[in-house]
């Protein structure tokens, strides 16, 4: 298998004969009456970066505390490179975590903080400042040697952080919200930067994120967790395209979400009327659901097409309604399209040309879409 | 507003330094006071100001004097180093405790403060004395067949001001722990540390202005404890808080008295300096 660089290419999880870096083995974590995590299995490769995705008290940080060794699981195991970690404290687990608030040590100057993790390992000297210095010129830092955590701003503060849990060259990386703390700019800047940097290292990372943007772009696979239990897993494109459940549709991304019953099931297409949207939904795909069974068609807001004409063709997957609203960001527009229904429907349109404003308030549009971009889920 | 603190200072702090300074230059007197003037018309309108060194002079000449001091020093120093070993732990413990808990165990550690410090060192004579509760108890079990000589030893001393003195300790170092980041603890410990290691190299040197500060507030009133070791310490317990008594109500020999606490004050002030500094160090956030 070749080591593919940044995202990995190879696709592991297909590969039923890959061995797994980490596996998670129905784990479970209580507090009290609270489950904070709930029967979680999970197999990640090397050189992945797996991101948890949920919002705040979904169990992804519980989770990560385990994989850490800060949290004693109440039931299940967690092997890492098939060494079973039950038991084993975190000072002699092969992880290493950067923690949300940086955890950066106050009294030390950022050398010392990078260099404690080696000096700890009572590695010679030597290489000891060797290793800290290619670390800290890695992440840019190396001007700041000598400032103590206090005199840093708070990206610097991430670098220093991410380069003290990198320099002890771990084989798996636990980040926590590792960009949480940045702001808009520099957080996307960051982004881009920690993948060359996991690419260069070859490190396996492990990140948990509220920010489904973020998941997006860092991530080989996401890992979508809610209450506890994962959701879903897979590809960022396989999680946005192909949501398995209601939940997962409407946290990753926008959605125009119609209810609807399955009137046509056949196996190489699907007619939904749904009372909500006001019309047919086709659908050039089967899926497997009991007839007459309620569904949810989620449609992404940029597949939608408006128009101030009716396009020619079926009546399937169109419908008229009024523009209510206009949000203007600049590479692209936001339409909220009333329906006869009094459904809201949410529209974006990128900004192609830069004079013109073809649609305005109160305009009476079309909306339609292709039959391969609804996605029906059953949950 | 602003001058009220110094007035009080000059009230309470200046005033009192100097005629304290004043009657240590002068000479013993049989007389109410029991100390001659320094300033005095003798006549041919002329003031004769009289400067006696010899009150200081004399503390250096008779040791008993100096070994009052290094003893005080030793005792202050000693009594210091039991309360952090006793007083440590149990800061950290309440800064780590829930914070229901906590304020449960504050209160505890504050509620002796409630009853007079004179009524808690007698209590402890009841506790310590030959046929006092503990011997009794150990008696009664058969542990000891004689009464153990505890009340007027060094022992019940240093019992005395250690049990008096670790709130002081407690107090501020518990402050200086509440505000520290358990977490760093974590990120140690994910660097490689043991917890004992993680204790030493993170907790340890995080809570230094702590510790200074809970030391000194132990150290400088133990150098010139005087009630303390009266009551428990017995009477070789030579301590500068004594002789300063004795001095001054038995030999009313006041200058001298004087003097031995102007010479105690030059003693702590480096301390007090120094314990300030650190305050301010700790007010910056500088750690």
């Given at each position: ?52 995705l ?84 890695l ?118 979400m ?32 009991p ?5 949810w ?57 830069r ?25 | ?7 009080w ?27 001659k ?49 006793i ?8 800064a ?61 001393m ?98 001298v ?19 300030q500094s ?10």
């Amino acid at each position: 298998m070749p080591s593919a660089a940044g995202v990995v290419k190879a696709q592991p999880w297909n590969d039923p004969s890959a061995r797994p870096y980490v596996e998670v083995e129905r784990i479970s974590k209580s507090f009290g009456d609270f489950k904070a995590v709930n029967d979680v299995s999970l197999k990640i490769y090397q050189k992945e970066i797996f991101c948890l995705l949920g919002a705040s008290g979904c169990g992804k940080t519980t989770l990560l505390r385990m994989l850490g060794g800060f949290e004693t699981p109440t039931s299940g195991k967690i092997l890492i490179d098939g060494e079973d970690m039950t038991g084993i404290p975190p000072y002699e687990r092969p992880v290493n975590m950067m923690f949300q608030s940086y955890a950066l040590f106050p009294h030390m100057n950022v050398e010392q903080n990078v260099a404690f993790g080696l000096k700890q390992d009572r590695l010679p000297k030597q290489e000891i400042q060797e290793r800290v210095a290619t670390m800290l010129d890695l992440v840019k830092m190396s001007d700041f040697a000598k400032r103590k955590p206090h005199q840093l701003s708070g990206g610097q503060r991430q670098r220093v952080a991410l380069a003290r849990s990198l320099v002890k060259r771990p084989k798996l990386l636990l980040l926590d919200e590792p960009l949480g703390a940045l702001d808009k700019k520099l957080r996307e800047h960051t982004q881009f930067e920690l993948i060359s940097l996991q690419d260069k290292l070859g490190v396996t990372f492990i990140v948990v994120t509220h920010d489904q943007e973020e998941a997006m772009t860092l991530a080989s696979r996401i890992g979508v967790m809610n209450h506890g239990e994962i959701v879903q897993a897979g590809t960022p494109s396989e999680i946005y395209e192909f949501p398995s459940s209601k939940f997962v549709a409407d946290f990753v991304g926008s959605v125009n979400m119609f209810e609807g019953k399955l009137i046509e099931d056949e196996p190489n297409y699907v007619r939904i009327a749904s009372p909500e949207l006001g019309g047919t939904i086709y659908v050039s795909h089967g899926i497997s659901a009991p007839p007459e069974a309620v569904v949810w068609v989620a449609v992404r807001p940029e597949k939608i097409f408006m128009s101030t004409v009716a396009p020619e063709g079926s009546t399937d997957n169109l419908v008229r309604g009024t523009v209510q609203d206009i949000a203007y960001l600049g590479d692209l527009s936001i339409y909220l399209v009333k329906l006869p229904t009094d459904k809201v429907v949410r529209v974006t349109q990128p900004n192609t040309s830069r004079h013109a404003e073809a649609i305005s308030w109160d305009q009476q549009v079309y909306l339609s879409w292709d039959a391969t971009s609804p996605v029906v889920v059953t949950r | 507003m602003v001058a009220l603190p110094y007035l009080w200072l000059v009230l309470f702090f200046v005033v009192p330094f100097v005629i304290v300074l004043k009657i240590s230059f002068s000479d013993v007197d049989l007389a109410i006071p029991p100390y001659k003037p320094l300033l005095e018309w003798v006549g041919n309108n002329s003031l004769a100001i009289k400067v006696n060194f010899n009150n200081y002079a004399f503390l250096f000449t008779d040791s008993l004097y100096l070994h009052a001091f290094a003893n005080s020093l030793k005792v202050a120093f000693l009594s210091t180093l039991m309360c952090l070993v006793i007083g440590y732990p149990m800061a950290y413990g309440i800064a780590r405790a829930k914070p229901s808990l906590r304020n449960v165990l504050l209160l505890l550690v504050i509620l002796p403060f409630w009853t007079s410090l004179l009524l808690r060192v007698y209590a402890w004579i009841g506790l310590l004395k030959a046929n006092g509760v503990i011997n009794n108890v150990l008696m009664s079990l058969g542990i000891i067949h004689e009464p153990l000589t505890m009340l007027y030893t060094p022992f019940a001393m240093y019992v005395g001001i250690v049990y008096s003195y670790l709130p002081f300790l407690i107090l501020p170092l518990y402050a200086n722990l509440e505000k520290m980041d358990w977490q760093l603890l974590e990120a140690a410990e994910d660097l490689g540390c043991r917890p004992w290691q993680a204790f030493y190299k993170i907790t340890l040197p995080l809570s230094r202005n702590g510790i200074l500060a809970g030391s000194m507030l132990v150290f400088i009133p133990a150098v010139g404890e005087f009630v303390i070791p009266a009551l428990l310490g017995g009477p070789n317990a030579l301590m500068i808080g004594r002789v300063l008594w004795d001095e001054f109500f038995s030999n009313r020999a006041w200058p001298v008295a004087s003097a031995v606490a102007i010479l105690l004050l030059i003693l702590l002030v480096p301390f007090m300096m120094w314990y300030q500094s650190v305050q301010a160090r700790e007010t910056a956030g500088d750690r």
